[in-house]
């Protein structure tokens, strides 16, 4: 009996301890991650790291790596291998799990450290040709030597720092989701700026505008979609002149039309990507110098998307933000010049309908013959699986992804050819290696003449009292309109016949106004001889930044902070005061007759503690969805919504809107009856969702304003921050998106910075500086940035890299 007892226990032990060591689906080995000396324990920083001199091997260089009481790295080296090697080096030590992660998602390998539960994202990625682009830009990143040198002098600094961790030493994240860091090798880098151009230029609206065009015909489009906005005001203004004509291309006679643009439903573009920028002259502030400022709007997370960093070398000295895995600095400024980005609206990804040969797939039917396709098999690893191996095809056009029908089920599959920039050889990173060391604009034009994609609006400002900005990358000559709907793939007029010669891109430099400014809208002026896109972002932010700056003069850095936090709703100003007008208020009980009154008295700031914006963004989302959903909703197809700026104005102009009655009942209703029911019906949805009416109702707690970990891994992020601002806002915080780094430059013999992001240096969830940022990033509050000319004495501690 003993012995049985014995070997029972025995038994559960050893069950035990295999248990303990084993992760059990999104589990983590629990023995593992609770060991006090190497499990998540391990992670806590309970103090200042010490200085420390570091000998590694294989490194014949010197570098010092001077940290400020923010733990920004300030870099100081003696050669540029040096330099990006530290970079490297620092940028691991801070978030290195945050490297691997977006570059895993870029190259479609997720399900190999994670599981199968990521494979539909890899194939996804895999399928619209992502690793395939960045295969592209490392062979153009090989023909450029100072590339090709920095690249690997990066690469090899993070190598560096991972050959010196044990297991107990890896960030958490790995000990959760138990794997182990892998080489950094430079494709890495590529498929990084791969996925930047997958968040920012990675949508498109074929699908949708084929859909509407066919269903509501060709006057719906031209009087939502092509018609613009009154108060439109586009980045590059009427004023300017352009000397040359746009190159000709030859588009077809007739527009085609797609029978199965139903089925590609999943490009849509994502509603937050967006940013401002903006630079006045010295001419407007206080200084009689340049003030540059610049916040792009992104998906917050901890970590955050950027990294704050300084760079000194010989030929350059440099601060600003960078992307994990890009050597560089991305947003910043140097002794001399500044510069910043907001996202191009741009029409760089398009739909083609395919016609094979036959079901082989083997040849499709282009420009009056047969041609052949080419296959790549993806190997697609997954963790505690078999390997999938999914053929992808290629056209001419590009990446082949097939959709069965959901409207005739009768009907073949349709297939569709993606062509898009992402596809399209690039070396970024040359753009930004001179924009570091720019010193005056001509430097600044040369540098912006490498540029690809994602395509940005580039402000400039430099000590010389020049400001500038570019609609800056490699655009497709089009006719106009081409692309907005699925294309024709068997006919060489659709194909891209060419590119903008990089000259004729929109630009201005030192306008009579005194300032140039970005915040995503229209590009340029009707008579602007190309076209880029029918797409763009509302008038609001645009023009709200224009009203601003034309109505300021001794414009100082604190004006600038100051702007960046602006509240103030041109959506609201532009609809409310009609709402008001066409509301049946006898149709009001009590409660709703305070909260009408509320709204007349509402001054159109998007601020945390008052409730008026909350009930705003619920009636006018309402109002929306009243006058447009029933029709849209009699198609099962996928149709594309008017934006609200030009929404605005129709229904304000044409009081007898053909849309205002709900074509699923048999009344026909009016304007003002569809107002007061979508006010009542806003009353009593955030009654149900927020309570009684009173200050659960208040914008701060409505906004719904989180920045979650990168990996949603839960109790990493912080939530419901309680915060002022709007999509529609200069501060266009909502909802986990917003302004990932606000910065501030004011150039001139002595060039200051302010800058924040909503995070910390650190990725580590345990350390003090993971998101010691947040809460001045909440309150609008900027630091002056540390920028070193020389060595430091004082710093907070150093790393001496040998």
């Known amino acids: 009996m003993n012995y049985l007892k014995t070997l029972i226990s025995s038994l559960i032990l050893v069950v035990l301890i295999v248990s303990l060591n084993t992760q059990f689906g999104s589990v983590p080995p629990i023995g593992k991650f609770v060991d006090p000396q190497a499990g998540f324990w391990a992670n806590a920083e309970t103090s200042i790291p010490e200085s420390d001199q570091l000998s590694i091997d294989d490194f014949d260089g010197n570098a010092s790596v001077y ?28 978030r290195l799990f945050q490297l691997e992660i977006q570059t895993l998602d870029a190259s479609g390998r997720l399900s190999e450290k994670i599981g199968d539960r990521a494979l539909n994202r890899d194939k996804e990625t895999r399928r619209r040709g992502m690793p395939y682009g960045a295969e592209k830009a490392l062979e153009m990143m090989k023909q450029d030597s100072k590339t090709w040198e920095i690249v690997n002098a990066y690469a090899d600094g993070v190598n560096a720092y991972i050959s010196s961790l044990e297991p107990k030493n890896y960030p958490v994240e790995y000990k959760i989701l138990d794997f182990a860091p892998e080489k950094w090798t430079p494709i890495k880098t590529a498929h990084l700026l791969k996925n930047m151009t997958r968040t920012l230029a990675g949508g498109n609206s074929d699908d949708r505008t084929s859909n509407t065009l066919e269903y509501f015909g060709a006057e719906f489009i031209e009087k939502f979609f092509e018609t613009k906005p009154e108060l439109n005001d586009p980045i590059i203004p009427p004023s300017r002149k352009w000397d040359f004509e746009g190159i000709p291309v030859q588009a077809p006679d007739t527009l085609f039309k797609s029978a199965s643009a139903v089925e590609l439903g999943e490009y849509e573009k994502p509603e937050g990507v967006g940013s401002n920028n903006w630079a006045v002259s010295g001419s407007k502030t206080k200084s009689g110098y340049p003030i540059l400022t610049n916040d792009p709007h992104l998906s917050l997370t901890l970590p955050s998307i950027w990294y704050e960093v300084q760079l000194n070398a010989p030929g350059i000295n440099s601060y600003g933000v960078t992307l994990q895995g890009t050597p560089g600095i991305v947003i910043g400024f140097n002794e001399n010049v500044a510069w910043g980005v907001t996202n191009v609206a741009a029409d760089v990804m398009d739909w083609y309908e395919i016609k094979f040969k036959d079901e082989s797939q083997k040849e499709y039917w282009h420009d009056g013959k047969w041609k052949s396709t080419t296959m790549r098999i993806e190997e697609i690893k997954v963790r505690g699986q078999e390997t999938v191996l999914d053929t992808v095809i290629y056209t001419h056009h590009g990446p082949i992804t097939k959709t069965e029908s959901r409207i005739n089920e009768e009907r073949k599959p349709a297939y569709h050819a993606l062509r898009w920039i992402a596809h399209e050889g690039s070396n970024d990173i040359k753009t930004f290696y001179g924009l570091n060391r720019a010193e005056n604009y001509d430097d600044y034009v040369e540098a912006l003449s490498h540029y690809v994609a994602p395509a940005q609006n580039f402000v400039f400002a430099s000590n010389e009292d020049d400001i500038a900005l570019w609609v800056n990358g490699k655009f497709p000559n089009k006719w106009e309109f081409q692309g907005r709907t699925v294309s024709d793939g068997t006919d060489p007029l659709y194909d891209w016949q060419g590119w903008i010669p990089f000259e004729h891109n929109p630009h201005i430099k030192n306008p009579e106004r005194g300032f140039v400014s970005s915040a995503n809208q229209e590009s340029a002026a009707p008579d602007y001889p190309y076209y880029l896109d029918d797409d763009f972002a509302p008038f609001e932010r645009g023009r709200r930044i224009n009203d601003l700056l034309a109505s300021m003069e001794d414009i100082t850095a604190k004006d600038m902070q100051n702007m960046q936090m602006d509240n103030y709703s041109y959506y609201a100003a532009t609809l409310l005061p009609s709402l008001l007008e066409w509301i049946d208020a006898e149709n009001l009980d009590e409660n709703a007759q305070k909260i009408l009154q509320l709204m007349k008295e509402w001054d159109y700031d998007m601020e945390a503690e008052e409730i008026a914006p909350s009930f705003f963004r619920q009636w006018s989302g309402n109002f929306y969805r009243a006058v447009l959903y029933d029709e849209y909703e009699t198609t099962d197809a996928v149709l594309r919504y008017p934006s609200r700026d030009r929404f605005v104005e129709i229904i304000k102009a044409d009081p007898d809107f053909d849309f ?143």
């Open 660 to 802: 205002f009655d709900n074509v699923a009942t048999e009344k026909i209703e009016t304007r003002a009856e569809i107002v007061t029911e979508s006010f009542n019906e806003s009353v009593e949805e955030l009654t149900n969702y927020l309570g009684e009416y009173g200050d659960k109702w208040k914008w701060g707690y409505f906004i719904n304003n989180d920045v979650a970990h990168l990996a949603d891994i839960p109790g990493f992020g912080r939530n419901n921050l309680f915060s002022s601002g709007s999509s529609e806002a200069i501060n266009a915080t909502r909802g986990g998106f917003g302004p990932s780094w606000r910065m501030v430059v004011e150039v001139g013999p002595e060039v200051k910075g302010y800058g924040v992001y909503p995070g910390g240096a650190s990725g580590n969830p345990g350390s003090p500086n993971y998101d010691s940022m947040i809460e001045p990033w909440r309150t609008g509050e900027l630091f002056e940035l540390n920028f070193m000319k020389e060595k430091p004495k004082e710093y907070l501690y150093k790393l001496e890299i040998r």
């Open 67 to 94: 940290f400020d009481e923010r733990r920004v790295p300030h870099i100081f080296a003696e050669n540029e291998y040096d330099l990006y090697f530290a970079q490297g080096y620092v940028v691991a030590r801070d």
